[in-house]
Structure formats: C-alpha cells, structure tokens
C-alpha cells in the first residue's frame, strides 16, 4: 500500500500567488481530512470529507482557503491569495474507521 | 467539547531511563484514544490505540491503559532509545457509534533522548 501521497512535498511561493496541495488518499477510505501544522498554533483541523462531500470546514481559517474532493481518489486545498502567515506545514490525512493515516505532508513557505 | 490536554514538554532523557507522558482527556460520550507520533519531518502516524475502558494498548514497547475513572490516557515505556526521539500526540475520537471520525488532538510533547 503506498500510504496518503501529497504533493508538492515543498512549495516556496510568493505573497499574493495561488498555491493548490494535492491529496491522494489511500484506496478505499472514505474520510478525507486538511490539517495545518504551526510552530505556535499546533496541529489545526482544517477541513474533512466523508464520501468525498465536505462535512465540517470550520477550521478554514479565511475565504482564501478552499478544498474539493471530486472524487474518491484526490483532493485539492487551495489558497488564493497566500500570505506570509499562511506558511506551514499542511497534511492530509484519510481513514475508514477511526484511525487516521497521515501524508508526509507539504511545507508552504510564502515570501 | 471534547478536548486532550497533555504534559506540554519538552521532556529530555537520557537512554535507557523510564518515559511517562501525562494525557487527559474531556468528552460527552465513550471516546477511543489513541497515541500518535511524528518523527522529525515526517507525518503523524499511529503508535497505539484504545477503544474502551482499561484496555491496554501497545506497540514498540509503548503501552497506555485506558482509564476511565481518571479520564487519562498516559504514555510509558520502560526503557527510551534515542530513536524514540519524536513528538508525541495524545487524541481522542468520541464517534459515539455514528460516522464522525474527527479526532480531537493534545498539543504534542517534544521527546528528545541522548545517549
């Protein structure tokens, strides 16, 4: 089994560009969850799908942020447009049951 | 809410000592808890779990007992090697026999083991 695949593994940006993250979960699970990882804020739940329909984004910190899941296999989170403060480490993670398995994740630094 | 508050750290041994890392939790309904870690630079990944009342989970000489009348959680192992080096999560899903998976996570403690 290859595990959750993010991609990029890095991405170096500049304030005011887009950025899209891409998710691939592992085959057969049908939650999907977007979390940040901060020095100062910790680990922050962003968003999750279930069935690739989103049930709670309460954790999307602005409009900026969006995230889709249009189909079981892949889903995006986008920031549009990114900030300094929008740099950290962004996981994905997916699961069929209660435990969750985590991407390496992708480290966003925005200039 | 539901909410896991752990020993915030860092905690810094040398090898071989005994490790023991407070966890806590508050939830409405009958959570599992669950132990994750994250090496450095990598993803969290499960290191144990329980799902009821004074079951025991464990895994690479980690254990944790599942305590229900003192709501806690806590992480030991007998014996630290410098590979242990990693942060640690304690977190809580309270699915209440429906379909939310959410978990609800501590704010990690740093582990650092020298030889």
């Known amino acids: 089994d290859a595990g959750v695949i993010q991609s990029p593994r890095h991405e170096v940006t500049e304030m005011g560009q887009e950025v899209t993250l891409r998710c691939k979960p592992i085959?057969?699970?049908?939650?999907l969850f977007w979390y940040r990882q901060t020095m100062m804020r910790g680990l922050e739940l962003l968003i999750y799908?279930?069935?690739?329909?989103?049930?709670?984004d309460s954790g999307m910190p602005e409009d900026r942020f969006s995230a889709k899941m249009p189909n079981a296999s892949f889903s995006t989170l986008k920031i549009q447009p990114s900030e300094p403060r929008d740099s950290a480490v962004y996981f994905c993670a997916s699961s069929w049951g209660e435990t969750q398995y985590f991407g390496p994740g992708t480290r966003l630094l925005v200039l | 809410g539901d909410s896991v508050t752990q020993m915030e750290g860092p905690v810094t041994l040398s090898e071989e000592a005994f490790l023991t890392i407070n966890c806590t939790y508050t939830a409405t309904g009958y959570p599992s808890l669950f132990w994750y870690v994250q090496y450095p630079g990598e993803g969290l990944q499960l290191l144990l779990k329980?799902?009821?009342?004074?079951d025991k989970g464990s895994n690479k000489g980690f254990e944790a007992t599942y305590r229900k009348e003192t709501t806690s959680f806590h992480l030991e192992k007998g014996s630290v090697q410098v590979s242990d080096s990693a942060v640690y999560f304690c977190?809580?899903?309270?699915?209440?026999?429906?379909?939310?998976?959410?978990?609800?996570f501590g704010k990690g403690t740093l582990l650092t083991v020298n030889p």
């Open positions: 329980a799902t009821k009342a004074d």
């Open positions: 799908f279930n069935n690739n329909v989103p049930i709670d």
């Open positions: 085959s057969g699970h049908d939650y």
């Open positions: 977190a809580l899903s309270d699915s209440r026999g429906g379909s939310n998976y959410k978990l609800t």
